[in-house]
């Protein structure tokens, strides 16, 4: 363990009695500066503590957490996971590989019409099989929404997580959720559609951080290269739609991180009529990030002091 000033990778020795947490990654015992956060915390081999370091910079050791807590979380469960020809679901696939029997991986390709080409190349690339279901005759039940794209948009995301999760049911497995840090606090995700998951592999990493772990595991340029999108109707990009491109949002979201007011936020290019528009759009979508609001009444509360 590091004894030096905060920043890099703090490894603490096994000092509990229970194993590995993975529901959240917990220590028994903290530097006095670590972070708040973490104070409440127990039960752990190790923790890699994200403190003040160099903009966007990938913690060594993140790819062991990745797989660390795929293997403690998934045991020996089957998983399903829908993709779309994308980096998102791509690398989830990949790390399940990597720490899964490939035959308890079951990956799906749930389009509207036509299928992405990047799919199958995908799976080539991923050396693991996938079926397609075409999903048009489910979305035909809503055709009343179909003059409102943001809505028939996410009637779509939900549908294709319904189906996923009655998979899931079918092999009594869990479903891998593909959404990155980046989308799930600016709620660039449909609630309870592709924000709806048993685990998120990828929840705590930046979009820009995908990238660069999908780069140390030698992703094909083609897809690292390609236009993030969720495909819910044509053309449609998610830089298009937040308004931003994924490198100039994400230093904006690490200042955040990092507590520092709008005025303390130097992210390059950035102005500050984007910063605050930004941070008004985390504060705007928190109501995405809570799996209940309950009035608080007894002693413990489901979604609040209750911890699991």
Not at 54 to 76: A, H, N, P, S, Y
Not at 182 to 187: A, H, I, K, P, Q
Not at 207 to 222: E, G, H, L, R, S
Request: hydrophobic content about 40%.
């Amino acid at each position: 363990m590091s004894n030096g000033a905060p920043g890099g990778r703090f490894e603490l020795p096994i000092s509990c009695e229970n194993k590995l947490s993975v529901k959240l990654f917990q220590a028994c015992a903290l530097p006095v500066w670590a972070t708040p956060a973490m104070l409440n915390l127990k039960d752990t081999r190790f923790i890699i503590i994200s403190t003040f370091l160099r903009l966007m910079e990938l913690l060594d050791g993140t790819i062991e957490v990745l797989d660390v807590f795929t293997r403690e979380f998934v045991g020996k469960r089957d998983v399903v996971l829908g993709i779309s020809g994308g980096i998102d679901s791509a690398l989830v696939a990949f790390i399940l590989k990597r720490n899964l029997e490939s035959r308890r991986i079951h990956l799906y390709s749930l389009p509207f019409g036509s299928e992405s080409r990047d799919v199958q190349k995908v799976s080539e690339f991923l050396g693991l099989p996938y079926e397609t279901v075409d999903m048009t005759p489910a979305l035909e039940f809503f055709s009343s929404f179909q003059g409102e794209r943001g809505v028939t948009g996410n009637i779509k995301a939900r549908l294709r997580m319904v189906y996923l999760y009655a998979k899931a049911n079918e092999y009594k497995g869990l479903v891998a959720g593909t959404s990155n840090k980046s989308e799930l606090l600016t709620g660039y995700f449909t609630k309870f559609g592709d924000g709806g998951s048993d685990f998120q592999i990828l929840g705590d990493l930046y979009k820009t951080q995908v990238y660069q772990v999908a780069k140390n595991y030698n992703f094909p340029d083609w897809l690292i290269k390609k236009p993030p999108s969720a495909d819910l109707w044509v053309g449609q990009t998610d830089e298009g739609e937040l308004g931003i491109t994924y490198e100039k949002l994400d230093r904006i979201l690490e200042c955040l991180e990092y507590l520092k007011s709008p005025e303390e936020c130097n992210a390059a290019d950035c102005s500050i009529k984007e910063i605050k528009r930004i941070y008004g759009m985390v504060q705007s979508n928190a109501h995405k990030r809570v799996n209940f609001y309950i009035p608080k009444i007894g002693f413990r509360s489901v979604g609040t002091d209750w911890m699991e």
